[in-house]
């Protein structure tokens, strides 16, 4: 295990941490029962206490289990935005002893299909603005209840001006059998059974994009959350005085743990935006004096771009951290003038709900991962031979901690891959390319996997080409990742089309048609079409030699 990373470890903090033999509700509970008046969620000027939280997720859970018949074990949809309603939803469902499957809220109908069948989910807890792409779904049998969510009544009487228009929308009443209004479920008041659920019981399945063209869902237990959520608590010094803006989507492990968990765990305050705004960011952290604020680099890039930005609008802010892509040294230099504060980047995987490495604090370094967390044993391997190498040296990175899912949900062939054991140890092969300096912090150099990362978003090339291969016009494809100015990276498809089609669909048409049916941050910016595409002599495209022509010929220019 490399140790030389423990001489900058944080001050007077220790180096392990005995994870709770408790379910991460019974951290709401027991914040509940210390702070009950204290401010569990501020929503644009909306406060809900603990004790007021509380009540309405085990009301919420009773009506799970009472009228909907959820039982232990059970996985239930959960897809919406950022909302008091996501919490209470996610907390329910653990309170029902089920399982949170959390969908990214851009997916569309075709996309949750796949979803939805894999983990056999019979409920689905939604917000009104998405509820179009699961209608369809519970008349064709594949769901059997919707509760539907606005996020409306969670609105103080005088709220901010420009709010995004999914949050003012009024609630719209639903006559469709099986669709279940939201305030309706926590009006029925019913208590929920008695709490069954365990450590090691399952708590939620995170899905990541899959190497070969599916998602596979990440099986993590209450262990490995609360592993990373008191990890998280201990690392930031929270407190119940702290107060975290929430702007990273909660269905990210990162504004999953950092955001919702470890707030709720230490019992501060969560302020919650449904949608990213830095207007809205700058005016909420002044009017509510926010402590702690994580995010992707993207979002700090566009927030000190602010014109209206001032020094004394943020002098609350006491960390400011995050993931995904580098910040850029300049945007970092500038953070630091104005606030004092340096971005402390970490790193983790869906795999590791959330963080492995973390920078200190008092001694971060700029695009880099950060060193090994409480409990965690990284190292760099040969990834053709599995043997260890050292300082300095470029190999895969690998992970073992308390954190590490319990493996990928239906996916045993992957499960075996994905594993490796070294001195009784089980690690995970994170598939990303890296090295660590003699003082033991690790930075990245590139991933094996072949993955575009745009605005922190994972997209898996392979999962692209698969939705692509459905257009009837279609007959082979090759996605890539372009560079970016804003986004780091976006899409590109380089498309061979059906004789038939040739001269009858243009490029445009293909984009509008991926639009229709991916998430917002997968579908093709940029498509071309092709008479050929470059093939090794057994026909497998080479997707690198694509690449690397885009590189040499890049612009930088981005579309919209």
């Known amino acids: 295990m490399l140790t030389r ?170 006559n469709r059998p099986n669709n279940y209004l939201w305030v309706d479920c926590i009006g029925a008041n019913y208590n929920p059974k008695k709490l069954s659920s365990g450590p090691d019981d399952l708590a939620v399945i995170p899905y990541t994009s899959g190497t070969t063209g599916y998602p596979k869902g990440c099986m993590h237990t209450n262990r490995t959350v609360q592993a990373n959520t008191v990890g998280g608590a201990s690392w930031a010094r929270t407190t119940s005085n702290n107060v975290h803006l929430a702007t990273l989507p909660f269905f990210h492990v990162t504004g999953m743990v950092h955001s919702m968990h470890v707030p709720i765990y230490a019992g501060s305050t969560i302020v919650v935006m449904t949608r990213w705004n830095r207007e809205t960011a700058l005016e909420l952290i002044n009017r509510n004096k926010c402590t702690n604020w994580v995010a992707i680099s993207t979002m700090v890039i566009d927030f000190i771009a602010n014109p209206n930005l001032v020094a004394k609008k943020i002098s609350s802010l006491t960390t400011i951290s995050g993931g995904g892509a580098a910040l850029p040294e300049a945007v970092g230099k500038r953070l630091y003038e104005m606030t004092g504060l340096k971005f402390t980047e970490g790193y983790g995987l869906t795999e590791t709900m959330s963080q492995t490495h973390s920078n200190p604090v008092e001694r971060p370094k700029m695009q880099c991962l950060g060193i090994p967390s409480f409990g965690v044993d990284a190292r760099i391997i040969n990834p053709n031979t599995n043997k260890e190498i050292g300082i300095g040296e470029v190999g895969e990175i690998i992970v073992s901690g308390p954190q590490i899912m319990i493996g990928y949900h239906n996916r045993e062939d992957e499960n075996e891959k994905v594993f490796l054991n070294i001195e009784g ?42 939705y692509l291969y459905k257009h009837p016009a279609v007959h082979q494809s090759c996605v890539i990742g372009v560079p970016d100015s804003r986004k780091g990276e976006t899409v590109k498809a380089f498309i061979i089309l059906k004789e038939e089609f040739k001269e009858q669909i243009n490029e445009e048409e293909i984009i509008e048609w991926s639009k229709k049916h991916m998430a917002a941050y997968k579908y093709p910016r940029f498509v071309e079409f092709r008479s050929t595409l470059p093939t090794t002599s057994s026909g497998k495209i080479l997707w690198h030699k694509l690449q690397e022509e885009e590189l040499k010929k890049s612009t930088g220019s981005s579309r919209l």
């Open 425 to 466: 140890k089980r690690f995970l092969r994170t598939g990303d390319i890296g090295r660590y300096d003699e003082d033991g912090y690790f930075f990245m150099v590139d991933r094996i996997k072949r993955m575009i990362n745009s605005s922190g978003y994972k997209v898996w090339p392979s999962e692209i080409e698969s």
């Open 5 to 174: 990373h423990f001489k900058h470890w944080p001050l007077r903090l220790s180096k392990e941490l005995i994870t709770p033999e408790t379910t991460l509700y019974n951290n709401l509970e027991i914040s509940s029962k210390r702070y009950p008046d204290h401010v569990a969620i501020n929503y644009y000027g909306q406060d809900i206490t603990y004790q007021q939280l509380i009540t309405e997720v085990d009301a919420m859970a009773g009506f799970l289990q009472h009228e909907l018949g959820v039982s232990k074990g059970e996985k239930v949809l959960l897809y919406m935005q950022n909302s008091p309603q996501y919490i209470i939803g996610y907390y329910a469902i653990l309170r029902a002893d089920a399982i949170v499957v959390p969908l990214n809220p851009m997916l569309k109908t075709m996309e949750l299909e796949f979803y939805i069948k894999d983990c056999k989910i019979k409920n689905a807890v939604v917000s009104q603005e998405l509820c179009g792409n699961v209608e369809s779904l519970l008349e064709k049998g594949l769901l059997e209840n919707i509760i539907t969510a606005a996020y409306s009544d969670y609105l103080p009487v005088e709220f901010l001006e420009e709010l995004p228009k999914q949050v003012i929308h009024d609630r719209k009443d639903s």
